[in-house]
């Protein structure tokens, strides 16, 4: 199982002037290939105060100069696994581009405002969903999730908002690099990274495949 990757290239003199920009431009790339089901999904890897890592996908749901943002619930093995560990590794596998992008950085929780602001918007059954559900828990059988969904529509009936959960919210990764991966034949793949320098600027460095 093996394929040669030859379908672009990434150099220097092509990059955007900043992360932002340069990742703008291949999430629309992979938004309008039409081949990813869900092409702002990533992810994401957590490891706990132990020292053992986990990974699972997530959906990007907004991002800026500031970094990257996924909602979640605080009380979830990624919730507790980044307070414990802030520090954090995002990846946007879009294989059938030969593309990757890896963002290493640390997490922190967003404001409750704007937690709030983006939980209005979800659809209702989302929303009961995330007060019924003890995520990474132990369930004893699936019964259990759906009657604790029916007991959260009474108390919360149809109507009525349903307002954000004390456990649930947003996370900004923000970033220490963003490496930018373009597959190229004979495995000698173009890999250049943005990287933050301590006085807060970034700069870009080639890296080897």
């Not at 309008?32 to 749901?61: C, D, H, I, W």
Request: proline content about 8%; charged content about 25%.
């Amino acid at each position: 199982m093996r394929r040669n990757y030859d379908s672009a290239s990434l150099a220097e003199s092509g990059l955007a002037p900043d992360w932002t920009t340069q990742f703008g431009h291949w999430l629309v790339d992979a938004i309008e290939s039409r081949v990813f089901r869900e092409p702002n999904a990533m992810v994401l890897a957590t490891v706990s105060a132990a020292g053992q890592p986990s990974a699972r996908t997530v959906l990007l749901k907004g991002y800026d100069a500031a970094g990257l943002i996924f909602y979640t619930s605080y009380g979830s093995r990624k919730g507790r696994e980044l307070t414990e560990n802030p520090l954090v590794c995002c990846v946007f596998p879009w294989v059938e581009l030969e593309r990757q992008v890896v963002v290493r950085g640390r997490a922190e929780r967003l404001p409750g405002a704007a937690s709030e602001a983006y939980f209005a918007t979800r659809p209702r059954g989302a929303q009961l969903g995330a007060w019924a559900s003890p995520q990474s828990s132990v369930l004893g059988c699936r019964e259990e999730l759906v009657e604790a969904v029916a007991r959260v529509k009474l108390r919360f009936p149809a109507g009525e908002p349903v307002p954000l959960p004390e456990h649930w919210g947003g996370v900004l990764v923000v970033p220490e690099t963003v490496e930018f991966w373009q597959g190229r034949p004979d495995r000698l793949h173009d890999r250049l990274q943005y990287r933050r320098t301590p006085d807060g600027t970034w700069v870009v460095e080639r890296l080897a495949p």
